[in-house]
């Protein structure tokens, strides 16, 4: 080629396609089992079906293809697995929205033909990320791709799922969860997105039980809880709620008869001094419940419609149940007054939808026996960070790590 033909400026759109080409066609980074070379690998953390890259996973992606390459070029049996994650509630939301063009639901067509939607979109639209990774140059051994939904990985799931149950690690029960009212599912702490907004803390009047004309006042962001109510809490050794101590006082609506508890948990500093609980839909009340054998009552239906234990309020959207529950207060006269408050309010990172604490049975990995082998090494040096300050994140999660809802509803 003459040097006057030659392009002024490179062109990748010219050559990328074609040289990517080349190397698939050769499988230039296939990797096999060699028992005379050492191996090295990398998994991709597989990324959902139904996403696309963003320029987080790019720089992520081109530090996993550095690392393979130069380990390559260093002699080493080289393994980069690409696969996809099938994203069941992204997934879900996906399918749900081509059926609402259709003006149909997913129990419009029952479990085995929205799988078999999902796949037939799976095998169309699905996959999108690999052939980004692809035009990226992404040096991955394209022949082992996997998707988490094959038949051979489904099986590998359930043996996990047994071993950990056979090991006391996994076991079911009746706990707090990160509740969707949108996707109809439970979530992890960190499928949890919190914003901060300003919100209102009403104070609301208890009358104590034989006694007219004197109350218990409680602060809440949630009025609508109250109707699951089964006691109140105040400090043993909180003098502003000594009156209180032994007595009962009655729950608004539901003529409840609610005992008065006391507990450590509650901040004598904070609010009235009196903590309304709420066994069924808060983690604090939840743990409160326990150590004092309260009731704990679920006033929510799965789409965060108030249910039959709410009395008069049964059918009603958790909102409209707060804006009437706050009329109804302000008539009697048991609304003591109202505050703005900043508060942090957590939603379902996949659709936005607020998020709801909610006791259901659900299946749960015990956390701490495998949080404690983590912790060790790190503090024993097997484990390092670069920054080394990430450490102190990673001690702080691990100190303080719950245990971890594995239910899904789909």
Sequence with gaps: MKSKDMPKAYEPS??????????????????????????FTVMIPPPNVTGVLHMGHVLDNALQDSMIRFRRMQGYETLWQPGTDHAGIATQNVIEKMLRAEGKTRHDLGREAFVERAWTWKEEKGGHILKQLRRLGASADWD?????????????????????????????????????????????????????????????????????GTYAV????????????????VHPEDPKTAGLRGKAVMLPFLDRELPVIEDDYVD?????????????????????????????????????????????????????????IIERLEALGLLEKTEDH??????????????????????????????????????????????????KTY???????????IYRQL
Excluded at 14 to 39: C, G, S
């Design 14 to 39: 010219v050559h990328e396609e074609r040289i990517y080409a080349l190397w698939e066609e050769h499988r230039a980074f296939r990797a096999e089992v060699d028992p005379d070379r050492q191996p």
């Design 144 to 212: 082992r791709t996997r998707f988490t939904m094959e038949p051979a990985l489904s099986r590998a799931v359930t043996e996990a799922f047994v071993r950990l149950y056979e090991k006391g690690l996994i076991y079911r029960g009746n706990y707090i969860v990160n509740w969707c009212p949108r996707c109809h599912t439970a979530l992890s702490d960190e499928e949890v997105e919190h914003r901060d907004e300003q919100s209102k803390l009403w104070h609301i009047r208890y009358p104590v039980k034989g006694e007219p």
């Design 218 to 233: 409680v602060a809440t962001t949630r009025p609508e809880t109250m109707l699951g109510d089964t006691a109140v809490a």
């Design 268 to 324: 004598r500093e904070l609010g009235t001094g009196a903590l309304k609980v709420t066994p069924a839909h808060d983690p604090n009340d939840f743990e409160i419940g326990k150590r004092h054998d309260l009731e704990a009552i679920n006033i929510l239906n799965e789409d965060a419609t108030i249910n039959e234990a709410g009395g008069e309020f049964r059918g009603l959207d958790r909102y409209e149940a707060r804006a009437r």
């Design 342 to 391: 900043p508060n942090a309010v957590g939603s379902c990172h996949r659709c936005h939808t607020v998020v709801e604490p909610r006791l259901s049975d659900q299946w749960f990995v015990k956390m701490k026996p495998l949080a404690e082998p983590a912790l060790a090494a790190y503090r024993a040096g097997r484990v390092r960070f670069v920054p080394e300050h990430w450490g």
């Design 395 to 405: 001690t702080h999660w691990l100190e303080n790590i719950r245990d971890w809802v």
